[in-house]
T-cell receptor, first 115, second 115 residues
Framework: GENVEQHPSTLSVQEGDSAVIKCTYS??????FPWYKQELGKRPQLIID?????GEKKDQRIAVTLNKTAKHFSLHITETQPEDSAVYFC??????????????FGGGTRVLVKP | DTGVSQDPRHKITKRGQNVTFRCDPI?????LYWYRQTLGQGPEFLTY????????KSRLLSDRFSAERPKGSFSTLEIQRTEQGDSAMYLC?????????????FGPGTRLTVL
C-alpha cells in the first residue's frame, strides 16, 4: 500500500519568512496530492491540492510542487503570518476507480510562526 | 447543511462498553470515509462507502468495528468491547465523485476516551 513520509515534524519560522514542508510517497499510481491544515481541536481543512498532470500550483501565498519521477511533493508558504501556525498534513491517493481515493496521510508538520 | 457533521463530539466510556458514532455527510455526497487520528499523527483510513456499499476496509478495522451507511446518507461507526487503545479522534469525510474528483471534506470528529 501507499506510504507517505513528511518532513520536518516541526518548523519554527519568523513572521514574514517562508516555510517549506516536504513529502515523499511510495505508490507510483498515486495521482492526487492534497494538503490539509489542522488547527488545535479543529477539523482538517483542505488548503491546496495538486494532481499528477500538473507540476506546480499556486494560490496566493501558498504553492505546491510535484515531482512524479522522484515521488515527492512540497508545500511552500510565503510571507508567513501568525495565523499560519497549525499542523499541516500532506496526503496521497490513487485513481478514483482503482482505490476509492482513500487518503494516505503523512505524519504532519507543526508550524509555529513567531511574531 | 453546509458541512460534514458528527455526533457526539466527545465520548468517554469504560473499557468493554460499546459505542456508536454518527456522521452526516454533505448532502448529495456519494462517498463517505472514516478515519482515525491519534495524538500527533495524521489520520489513518478505516473504511469508505460509495452510496450504501462499503467498498474497502482497512486492516486497522478489527472485527470489533462495524460501519454502516444504510440509505446512502448518514453513516454509523460502532466499536464493540472498547479497549484503551481505541482512544482516538474518529473523523468522517465525504466527497462527491465526478465533482472536483477527489476533494474530501472532513467533519469535526468524535473524540473517544476509553477509561
Amino acid at each position: 500500500g501507499e506510504n507517505v513520509e513528511q518532513h520536518p515534524s516541526t518548523l519554527s519560522v519568523q513572521e514574514g519568512d517562508s516555510a517549506v514542508i516536504k513529502c515523499t510517497y511510495s505508490d507510483s499510481a498515486s495521482n492526487y496530492f492534497p494538503w490539509y491544515k489542522q488547527e488545535l481541536g479543529k477539523r482538517p481543512q483542505l488548503i491546496i491540492d495538486i494532481r499528477s498532470n500538473v507540476g506546480e500550483k499556486k494560490d496566493q501565498r501558498i504553492a505546491v510542487t510535484l515531482n512524479k519521477t522522484a515521488k515527492h511533493f512540497s508545500l511552500h508558504i510565503t510571507e508567513t503570518q501568525p495565523e499560519d501556525s497549525a499542523v499541516y498534513f500532506c496526503a496521497a491517493s490513487g485513481s478514483i476507480k482503482a482505490a476509492g481515493n482513500k487518503l494516505t496521510f503523512g505524519g504532519g508538520t507543526r508550524v509555529l510562526v513567531k511574531p | 447543511d453546509t458541512g460534514v457533521s458528527q455526533d457526539p463530539r466527545h465520548k468517554i466510556t469504560k473499557r468493554g462498553q460499546n459505542v456508536t458514532f454518527r456522521c452526516d455527510p454533505i448532502s448529495e455526497h456519494n462517498r463517505l470515509y472514516w478515519y482515525r487520528q491519534t495524538l500527533g499523527q495524521g489520520p489513518e483510513f478505516l473504511t469508505y462507502f460509495q452510496n450504501e456499499a462499503q467498498l474497502e476496509k482497512s486492516r486497522l478495522l478489527s472485527d470489533r468495528f462495524s460501519a454502516e451507511r444504510p440509505k446512502g446518507s448518514f453513516s454509523t461507526l460502532e466499536i464493540q468491547r472498547t479497549e484503551q487503545g481505541d482512544s482516538a479522534m474518529y473523523l468522517c469525510a465525504s466527497s462527491l465523485v465526478a465533482h472536483r474528483g477527489d476533494e474530501q471534506f472532513f467533519g469535526p470528529g468524535t473524540r473517544l476516551t476509553v477509561l
